[in-house]
């Protein structure tokens, strides 16, 4: 069983931060790429920023320069600062992994955090 854990989202204004964290437990043999997600009500869900194993980087062009995604593999935590926020930034946030348990890799998902920006 393997559990991924999302918190720091809220509401904020317009300009401002907020940092989200992706905890990680369970039977884990190993965690290979991480993801960070979102989806407004009414559309699909969007890939925002990913991380792989030894750290290389991926962005959406929406967010490059004002998102950062980083991992501690000790901790088995994703975060994902987002600075400069935007009212279009307004979403649920998910956590996703490609995880390595009981000798198979599979996708993971957490429940998803809120985050709100007000104009």
């Known amino acids: 069983q393997v559990q991924l854990v999302e918190s720091g989202g809220g509401l904020v204004q317009a300009g401002g931060s907020l940092r989200l964290s992706c905890v990680v437990s369970g039977n884990i043999f190993s965690i290979n790429n991480m993801y960070w997600y979102r989806q407004a009500p009414g559309k699909q869900r969007d890939l925002v920023a990913s991380?792989?194993?030894?750290?290389?980087?991926n962005y959406a062009d929406s967010v490059r320069g004002r998102f950062t995604i980083s991992r501690d593999n000790a901790k088995n935590t994703t975060l994902l600062q987002m600075l400069s926020l935007k009212p279009e930034d307004t979403s649920v946030y998910y956590c996703?992994?490609?995880?390595?348990?009981?000798?198979?890799?599979?996708?993971?998902w957490g429940q998803g955090t809120q985050v709100t920006v007000s104009s």
């Open positions: 991380i792989a194993a030894g750290g290389t980087t």
């Open positions: 996703s992994g490609l995880i390595t348990s009981m000798g198979t890799v599979r996708r993971y």
